[in-house]
């Protein structure tokens, strides 16, 4: 069965540094998603994806966020200059066109030092 | 504004015991509704959703859940739960596109722990 993988599953950082998490959605999928999810808190949405654009984006997803898919079948995460509070389970998600459900990753745990 | 509400941060069953895991919602119009699963050091897996039609929907594993409009409730239930069903569970709601939905933007809800005992 098609999944969506997400590497690394774990990365440390130190503030200020950029970071780049990757995931490989299903291959077919047309809408690509990231979600976060804070230690003991709930899944926030960040970013939603279409067509090669951002379509929605929450007040999370601010400059120091971007998003691309560089070469058809991956779809990064991109954190510009990491803050102590960006530590989180970074979950990629991807949807097909005519679902309504999106398929979830195995999460990318980061940790800003 | 959106929002789903898991009132159990847990729920302990026994094995063989049926189960129900509580979620309501609150979201502009028709609401489209899911229930996914988490084991430890996992992604969330789907386990079911309602979009319309039937109100009680079936989904992977012998799970089930229930769409009650006037109560703004979207049940998971099992007759029989499992020791292997022991994981976290969250409520997701999207509104539709005609209400100001999106292609995205899942609103989640805390999640409840589900514990199963031999």
């Known amino acids: 069965e098609p999944e969506v993988t997400q590497t690394p599953s774990h990365q440390v950082t130190q503030m200020g540094q950029e970071v780049i998490l990757r995931c490989v959605p299903i291959s077919n999928h047309l809408y690509f998603y990231w979600y976060r999810q804070i230690l003991g808190q709930k899944v926030e949405f960040l970013v939603s994806?279409?067509?090669?654009?951002?379509?929605?984006k929450s007040e999370i997803f601010d400059d120091q966020f971007s998003v691309e898919r560089p070469d058809g079948s991956n779809f990064t995460l991109k954190i510009r200059s990491t803050k102590l509070e960006d530590s989180a389970m970074y979950f990629c998600a991807s949807k097909g066109g005519a679902s309504y459900e999106q398929y979830f990753g195995p999460g990318t745990r980061l940790t800003v030092t | 504004a959106q929002s789903v509400a898991q009132p159990e941060d847990q729920v302990n069953v026994a094995e063989g015991n049926p189960l129900t895991v509580k979620c309501t919602y609150s979201?502009?119009?028709?609401?489209?509704l899911f229930w996914y699963v988490q084991y430890p050091n996992r992604g969330l897996q789907f386990l079911l959703k309602?979009?319309?039609?039937?109100?009680l929907v079936k989904g992977s594993y012998g799970f089930e859940a229930e769409f009650n409009k006037s109560q703004t409730s979207f049940h998971l239930k099992k007759p029989s739960a499992l020791v292997s069903d022991s994981a976290l569970y969250f409520c997701a709601v999207r509104a539709s596109l005609n209400y100001g939905g999106s292609q995205g933007n899942l609103i989640f809800g805390k999640g409840t722990k589900l514990s199963v005992k031999p």
């Open positions: 994806f279409y067509n090669n654009e951002i379509s929605e």
């Open positions: 979201v502009s119009g028709n609401p489209y």
């Open positions: 309602y979009i319309t039609g039937d109100n």
